[in-house]
């Protein structure tokens, strides 16, 4: 059962990497690339050489009736709700510098989106918009991830490019992509014990933005980290579960600017924390399934909507 505790954990980081969905909004809108509670457990540390396949998928659901500004527009009362389905390849080759492996990968979202907001037009008269969007969001591309492993910690330095490969219209609420190109580089770090089961796990990153030349929109750049304290269990036999919580912090450090930030610096700020759930099948003919539940309210906001996010992941090592 010991071997199995170590094939599967190996396994499952393969299984699930960097996969984020396009945000509800575009960041003016009080969100940037990405998406808070997506990464930080063991999942996303080191995979051995080969390739992997994931699919994963992300709910949110939240409002707000603080002004936003959406799409070059200025909007109250918003209420969204966003789909994502993201298909991900990873490959992990046998080079390295330092002792560490090179990986490299690319992520294609497909979003579902619709937002409902009260806007104010010129002599001060309002209606409700409502706006629906579907389609290819912006493709996250992974050219560099180097990667640690000594005993029971891992750690690793990499860099995710988010493209805007997602259709973006002006005058419009809900937009599938964000119409800029974001640049993330990220450390990792995690420890699990073989013997015990015991994770804990954090991964810290920085986002700078290029400007929206739709609405001339400078959002500023974003500061995010998430941790996972989770125990893994042997399941009688039939894999393994794993139980916990992820915690995010996900913080402005620069003001939005340009001619279109018309409400000022509109500095965001997220704090959420909620459960996680995993499950690492014994080998299915000489492979692992992984899958993972993880449900994130966000407690705490400022200049962006409060609601929840949902996530399934499903991961499949070759």
């Known amino acids: 059962m010991q071997k199995l505790f170590v094939c599967t954990i190996v396994v499952l980081a393969l299984g699930v990497f960097l996969v984020q969905p396009s945000s509800v909004f575009a960041a003016e809108g009080g969100v ?11 999942a996303d540390m080191a995979p051995p050489s080969g390739l992997a396949l994931t699919s994963w998928y992300n709910h949110y659901q939240g409002s707000t009736s603080i002004q936003i500004p959406v799409g070059g527009l200025i909007a109250t009362d918003l209420s969204a709700t966003s789909n994502a389905e993201m298909l991900g390849a990873i490959y992990t080759s046998p080079y390295g510098i330092l002792d560490g492996k090179f990986a490299a990968g690319l992520i294609i979202p497909y979003v579902w989106m619709n937002v409902t907001g009260t806007r104010t037009v ?17 493709m996250i591309l992974v050219p560099f991830w180097l990667n640690w492993t000594h005993g029971d910690f891992k750690w690793a330095v ?11 219209h002006t005058d419009q609420l809900a937009n599938v992509g964000l119409n800029y190109w974001t640049f993330e580089p990220m450390l990792q770090f995690s420890w699990i014990s073989k013997k015990i089961g015991l994770e804990i796990s954090t991964t810290a990153g920085f986002d700078f933005n290029t400007i929206n030349n739709a609405t001339n929109y400078q959002s500023g750049n974003v500061f ?51 459960p996680v759930l995993s499950y690492i099948s014994p080998p299915i003919c000489g492979h692992t399934l992984v899958a993972e539940v993880k449900w994130l309210p966000q407690i ?11 996530w399934f992941k499903v991961g499949f090592a070759f």
Not at 161 to 167: K, M, Q, R
């Open 122 to 138: 010129p002599r001060g008269r309002t209606f409700t918009q409502s706006d629906s969007a579907n389609g290819i969001g912006d």
């Open 300 to 310: 705490d906001t400022s200049y962006t909507l409060k609601g929840d996010y949902v």
């Open 158 to 168: 990499m860099l995710d490019i988010y493209a805007p490969t997602g259709e973006y």
């Open 224 to 274: 995010h980290i998430d941790t996972t304290i989770a125990e893994h269990l042997p399941l009688f036999g039939y894999g393994i579960i794993g139980i916990g919580a992820n915690a995010f912090y996900w913080k402005q450090f620069t003001a939005d600017s340009g001619s279109g930030a018309t409400l000022g610096s509109f500095e965001t700020k997220m704090i959420g924390i909620g």
């Open 32 to 42: 940037g690339h990405y998406v808070p509670g997506a990464l930080a457990d063991f």
